[in-house]
Structure formats: structure tokens, C-alpha cells
């Protein structure tokens, strides 16, 4: 299992899954670009990549922001002719809470980082996967964006959109070239989000995001069918 000369692009690279993803990309051979908000502890993650021998480029930023996406794509397409690998892990929670008390503002907010830049960072990446010889794409989604539980409305309508908008693309690219989407749940791990959402838990009783980001590397290496539900358990 080799991603020798192959670039992959992780957004949500400075903790967690996405830190421990790009990580365990980076020892397999891949060049990986990590994005986030915050950039000293996405230096961090870095430095630990370099410190392993790997190969890593820092790219802070606000998904949310749209035109920082297109500025980032063209920035990395000037570098590199392909994108080989995109895993979309960065996501925010929302507070739980019944749908008919979700806030107007922060719903808007949960949808704009977890849908709609999912969609822009597809979109303006699309090329450059397009000229990969085999370009795949990860989604990092949640149990509760397939079965719906009380007081997980928002960020459940936002992770059943995500499935839907990314198995969709998966389709649409099935015939017109090397280019493979698939949907990860990771189930429950060891990270800041599962602590906010379950604060009385306790986090050695959970598997930690190593665990979920070595499985997912395997998965990458498979031969695993566009429009593929994984669960990591």
C-alpha cells in the first residue's frame, strides 16, 4: 500500500480524524495538503508529518468562505497537475437541539461549513481529479445522517446532504473517467466534537482517530466501488 507521488487534499487537518488522516496519508507516500482555520495547529501537524520523513503543505483557511476555495485551487493547480485524493472531514456540530428550537443563524452556519463548501471544494477541484488516473473522494459523514435522532435534526440534514450530494457526483463521474466517491462513518472516536456531544463520556471507551485514519488509508488502497458506504466500527 503505496500513495507514492500522489497528492491528496484534507480539510480538517489540524485535529482529530482529519490530523490523524493526513498523518497516516503522509507515511504511505503522499504529498498532502491540510486545511483548516487554525494555522499553528496545522503547523503542528506539519511538523510531525516532516519530523516522519513525509512530505506536507500547510493551506489555513475559512471554508466558509467561498472565494478562499477558488483562490486555494488555483494556487495548488499551479503547483500540481492532478489531485489524486480529497477527503472532506472538516464539519461543525451545531448545538443539539429539538428542530423546532434550531436556531435560524447557526443552522445556516452548520449547513454552509458541512454542505454548501463541500460542494464549492468539489467544484473548484473537479479538474484537477478529472486529470488524476485514479482520483478518490472521501466524505466523512455520521450515523445520524442516516437515521435521524432527537435533537441531531441539523447536523443530521446536513450529513444526509452530504451523502447525497457526493454518492450524486460519484454517478455523474462514473463513465467519464478514473474517479471514485465513497462515504466514511467513522463511528464513535476519541474527538473534541464527541466531547461536546456526549461530555459525560469516557473518551478512552472510544476508539481514537489513528484507529478511524488507518482504516480509511486502507480503504483508499482497495478497489472499492464509487457510491460505497463504509462504516469503521
Known amino acids: 500500500m503505496s500513495f507514492e507521488n500522489q497528492l491528496a487534499l484534507v ?4 485535529r482529530g480524524i482529519g490530523a490523524a488522516t493526513a498523518i497516516a496519508l503522509a507515511a504511505k507516500g503522499a504529498h498532502v495538503i491540510l486545511t483548516a482555520r ?3 495547529d496545522l ?41 489524486d485524493i480529497m477527503v472532506l472531514n472538516a464539519a461543525m456540530l451545531g448545538t443539539l437541539t429539538p428542530v423546532p428550537a434550531i436556531d435560524g443563524k447557526e443552522f445556516n452556519n452548520v449547513l ?18 478529472r486529470k488524476s488516473e485514479d482520483a478518490r473522494l472521501l466524505a466523512i459523514t455520521s450515523s445520524v445522517g442516516r437515521s435521524p435522532r432527537a ?22 463521474m462514473r463513465n467519464l473517467g478514473k474517479l471514485r466517491t465513497a462515504i466514511i462513518n467513522p463511528g464513535r472516536t476519541r474527538t473534541d466534537m464527541r466531547a461536546r456531544a456526549y461530555p459525560g463520556e469516557d473518551p478512552q471507551s472510544v476508539k481514537s482517530p489513528e484507529v478511524v485514519a488507518n482504516r480509511m488509508v486502507e480503504f483508499l488502497a482497495s478497489d472499492f466501488e464509487t457510491g460505497e458506504n463504509f462504516d469503521i466500527s
Open 151 to 172: 435533537f441531531w435534526g441539523a447536523y443530521g440534514a446536513s450529513k444526509a446532504a452530504l451523502e447525497t450530494l457526493v454518492i450524486s457526483y460519484g454517478e455523474e
Open 38 to 40: 487554525n494555522a499553528k
Open 11 to 14: 480539510t480538517g487537518a489540524s
Open 112 to 129: 454552509t461549513l458541512n454542505l454548501i463548501a463541500q460542494q464549492a471544494l468539489i467544484a473548484a477541484f473537479d479538474p484537477m481529479m
Open 43 to 83: 503547523e503542528a501537524v506539519e511538523e510531525t508529518i516532516h519530523q516522519a520523513g513525509g512530505h506536507a503543505t500547510i493551506a489555513p483557511l475559512d471554508l466558509t468562505d467561498g472565494d478562499s476555495i477558488g483562490r486555494l485551487a488555483q494556487a495548488i493547480s499551479e503547483r500540481w497537475e492532478a489531485l
